[in-house]
């Protein structure tokens, strides 16, 4: 069972329209919503990460969301679930960490503090739609260009060192300290007239762009060689994979139809799935390579 599949349930008993993309837009209310979940030892790990570190990350990957959605990310709840024997400095420490990442732009309001076997982190993360274009993953058009807003690879390049036991390399910090693109967000949902659609990677560029080529029924044609990317990551023999498949770069992708100045590495066209060189890729192929949250490890 993957992920998409629990995902896909819960939308046909619910039958909601809200339930699809990055966030739920409540057009009414003039906000849009997400909630996202961090676990230890499946998205983080105290050995790697200092708790200072946590909290940022656990903020920035929600702000992250909003942005994906166009929205000015503005207030944050955080559930936080302990082990009994957690001291008050990794409390601290972790909110100092979620302040950061908050800055003067976002405002934590609230939240629950339960006991649990592991640290467990809940965030529900709410932006402003005032004067913003809000997304969609089905609005993207045949004729559209493709931009992003990074580089990509860093993340997934960065565990890899940890792993292997190397602490010192530069793109450590792309993976514990991320950050949400809130700028490249804002030049485009404020001055776009046109429906598009715009989703941060962070489960891998390659979902992104099959969750668009779904939803929007489009195929969207790559090209490799325009994706910026760290020269470091070609140290690693899978390097072109970790650019593709790594996830947690918090980047964001979007179609638009005039790209301006920013890096364009692809088009949408007439078909299915994600076309780079001469392969294209389809959806189920695409989600065999991603990670899956409910995959058996052995």
Not at 40 to 53: L, N, R, S, V
Not at 112 to 129: F, L, P, R, Y
Not at 188 to 198: H, L, N
Not at 212 to 233: C, N, Q, R, T, W
């Amino acid at each position: 069972m993957k992920e998409k599949d629990f995902i896909l349930a819960i939308k046909k008993i619910l039958n909601s329209k809200y339930i699809g993309d990055d966030c739920a837009y409540i057009e009414e209310l003039g906000i849009v919503i997400s909630q996202d979940n961090l676990i230890e030892d499946i998205h983080f790990k105290k050995d790697f990460a200092t708790p200072f570190q946590i909290g940022y990350k656990s903020a920035m990957v929600n702000i992250s969301d909003i942005c994906a959605s166009g929205a000015e990310p503005k207030y944050l709840t955080v559930g936080l679930s302990l082990p009994k024997d957690t001291d008050v400095e990794f409390v601290e420490e972790f909110y100092k960490g979620l302040k950061e990442a908050c800055d003067k732009d976002v405002e934590i309001v609230g939240g629950d503090i339960t006991g649990s076997e592991k640290i467990c982190i809940s965030i529900t993360a709410i932006g402003s739609t005032k004067n913003r274009k809000i997304s969609s993953r089905k609005n993207a058009k045949i004729g559209q260009k493709i931009i992003i807003s990074g580089p990509h690879g860093s993340s997934a390049g960065g565990l890899e060192e940890l792993l292997a036991g190397n602490r010192k390399s530069k793109l450590i910090e792309s993976h514990l300290m991320p950050k949400a693109q809130k700028e490249f967000s804002k030049e485009i949902a404020s001055t776009i007239k046109e429906d598009y659609a715009m989703m941060d990677t962070s489960d891998g560029l390659m979902d992104a762009l099959s969750q668009i080529s779904k939803e929007s029924g489009v195929l969207l044609e790559i090209d490799f060689d325009k994706i910026p990317y760290d020269k470091e990551l070609e140290k690693f023999d899978n390097y072109k994979s970790l650019i593709l498949y790594g996830g947690e770069d918090y980047q964001l992708i979007a179609t638009v139809t005039d790209p301006k100045n920013y890096t364009v590495i692809g088009e949408v066209k007439e078909g299915s799935g994600v076309k780079i060189g001469s392969k294209t890729y389809t959806t189920d192929e695409i989600e065999n390579n991603l990670f899956n949250h409910f995959k058996e490890k052995k």
